[in-house]
């Protein structure tokens, strides 16, 4: 079954660190762009992140550039986000995408998404 | 920051067509920003619908169409059923660093 699924998320205090995971399967997330995205608890969806296929590229939103960073482990076929210095408005469910398809024709369509994994900034 | 907007809420009733639509603040919306639509029911994750401005995913229902109105991006929903009452995000690809960005989101309530 391709599926996407995160973990990771918890309640972390503000300036601290947190390291998602987003597990693929029935693909293989080289092939792919992948994206970041994420939803503050009653508002709406907000791109984060997302990296090239062979991982040459990355770019993040403006809101966390410098704090965030997209990683991937081929070996694994997982996605990492790390998340440090983080704020009270970090607070969201984050979902990892696919783009539609394989290699460097880029779709710009996140076809594929995981479940969401929650992260609370909190003192 | 580019703001992409859509209308707050709209109602339609059952077995009617409603369309949405998907503005940017930098001007016109064109085939070039790759438009996505996504439908998200509460406590659910988004599920994609509309890619490239009017491609349908493989599980798309029939009676979900999108195109460019205007200077903007729209999706259609027609013979509208109960289940798709749900929020809808149009997203936006704006080129150089590979930037995206999320519309503010339409809430349809079928009534």
């Known amino acids: 079954q391709v599926q996407l699924v995160e973990s990771g998320g918890g309640v972390v205090q503000p300036g601290r660190s947190l390291r998602l995971s987003c597990v693929g399967s029935g693909f293989t997330v080289r092939r792919y762009a992948l994206h970041w995205v994420r939803q503050a608890p009653g508002k709406g969806l907000e791109w984060v992140a997302v990296m090239s296929y062979d991982g040459s590229k990355k770019y993040y939103a403006d809101s966390v550039k410098g704090r965030f960073t997209f990683s991937r482990d081929n070996s694994n076929n997982t996605l990492y986000l790390h998340m440090n210095s983080l704020r009270d408005e970090d607070t969201a469910v984050y979902y990892c995408?696919?783009?539609?398809?394989?290699?460097?024709?880029?779709?710009?369509?996140?076809?594929?998404w995981g479940q969401g994994t929650m992260v609370t900034v909190s003192s | 920051q580019t703001v992409v907007t859509q209308e707050p809420s709209l109602t339609v009733s059952p077995g009617g067509t409603v369309t949405l639509t998907c503005a940017s603040g930098t001007g016109a919306v064109t085939s070039g920003y790759y438009a996505n639509w996504f439908q998200q029911k509460p406590g659910q994750a988004p599920r994609a619908l509309i890619y490239?401005?009017?491609n349908k995913h493989s599980w798309t229902p029939a009676r979900f169409s999108g195109s460019l109105l205007g200077d903007k991006a729209a999706l259609t929903l027609s013979g509208v059923q109960p289940e798709d009452e749900a929020e809808y995000y149009c997203?936006?690809?704006?080129?150089?660093?590979?930037?995206?960005?999320f519309g503010t989101g339409t809430k349809v309530t079928v009534l």
């Open positions: 995408a696919r783009d539609l398809g394989a290699g460097d024709y880029i779709f710009h369509a996140l076809a594929l």
């Open positions: 490239n401005t009017n």
């Open positions: 997203l936006l690809y704006y080129g150089g660093a590979l930037n995206y960005v």
